[in-house]
Each structure stands twice: as C-alpha cells, then as structure tokens.
C-alpha cells in the first residue's frame, strides 16, 4: 500500500513537472514516505486512544508535544515499526498517566527543572538524516525551544492539574527524545553535528 501510495504520488508530480533530477526525485521520494508513515501512524495511534477513551487527551497532547518539538526536534526511529511502537508506547501512556495523577507544585518544579537543564544541554538535538550543522540556526532552535518550554512553563503552573499536566508530560516526553537515552538504547549516532562540523549551509 505504501509503495502504491509513492508510486503513484510521484508519477502525478513528474507528469506535470519533468525538470526534476534523479537527486530530487530521492527527497520527493523521502517526503512523501515520511507523509505516509505520519498519516497511517496518527490513525492507527488516535484509533487507539479513542478505544482507550483518551481520543481528545491524546489529541491535546499530540499538538503540545509537536509544538515544542519543532524547534528542539530529537530523536527519530530508525524504521515505522519502532516509530510506531515507541512513539505508541510512551504518547498513549503519559496521556493516560496525566488523566490520573495529581502532582504537588513542588513535584511539578522539581520535574520542570530536570526538564529546562536537559532543553540546555541537549536541544536541539539532531539525527544522522539531519545532523542540523548550521551554528545560526542551531542558536535560533536553541532559544525557541527556551521560549516555548517558558510558556509552558506559565501553564503548568497556573492551570488545574489535569490541564498542566498535559504540558508538564508534553514537555517531559521531549525531554527524553533530545535526551542521549533513546539514541543509546536504540544505538543511534548523536550529536551528529559535531562530526560534520558547523557553519555549513544547510
């Protein structure tokens, strides 16, 4: 299905674009694989959470975590089943961990300051498709992640605990991803940007 799906997305474009090179061909190729995993994905994921009864929690959860995870990016699976697998795993649980727990203000800063040293130290963190060289932009990635994670910050607490929790958990969930653990545990290369160098276009 999914070769279907580029095959014929890619024949539509060429018919009406034939200017493209072999090299440009392989990154619509790569896109539009990439929109077809995060399309089936997000079904499969939502199709859970609503059986689990969470389907809006989920859906809350999906959009805070990509918010922040824009500029400060972080790990990605090496194949769609581990992506599906992980990204199942942890997303439906935190979102039914912060539908149950009730955290006290002081846990709740305690778990945001872990957070805030680990966006210092690691955000943004790259892989080896995009090993994000630029010095400028990393600088850029770098602050707009601060920010964000400042203004949810505000939310968590000043919001009621089910509603700070979904940025408390959507910001420790992002956490983890530009943290060197999953690249560890998956044996990912990290900080990939060192071994290219910096204040390379791109």
């Known amino acids: 299905m999914k070769q279907a799906f580029l095959d014929k997305s890619l024949a539509f474009i060429l018919k009406n674009q034939d200017k493209y090179k072999e090299e440009d061909i392989e990154k619509l190729r790569y896109g ?59 997303f439906l649980g935190f979102t039914y961990l912060s539908t149950i727990i009730t955290l006290s203000f002081q846990t709740k800063l305690i778990l945001y300051g872990g957070v805030f040293i680990l966006f210092l130290l690691f955000a943004p963190a790259d892989t080896v498709k995009r090993p994000l060289t630029n010095k400028k932009k990393r600088i850029i990635r770098k602050i707009a992640s601060l920010l964000v994670l400042g203004l949810y910050g505000i939310f968590i607490f000043m919001l009621k605990t089910k509603e700070s929790n979904y940025f408390l958990m959507s910001i420790i969930i992002e956490a983890i991803f530009i943290s060197p653990l999953p690249y560890v545990l998956f044996k990912s290369s990290y900080q990939n940007y060192k071994k290219v160098g910096l204040n390379r276009n791109v």
């Open 32 to 90: 539009l694989e990439g929109i077809y995993l995060t399309i089936t994905k997000t079904i499969i994921l939502v199709g859970l959470s609503i059986l689990l009864g969470i389907g809006k929690e989920f859906f809350i959860m999906m959009v805070l975590f990509n918010i922040i995870r824009y500029p400060a990016f972080g790990y990605h699976a090496d194949s769609s089943i581990q992506c599906l697998i992980l990204s199942g795993g942890i």
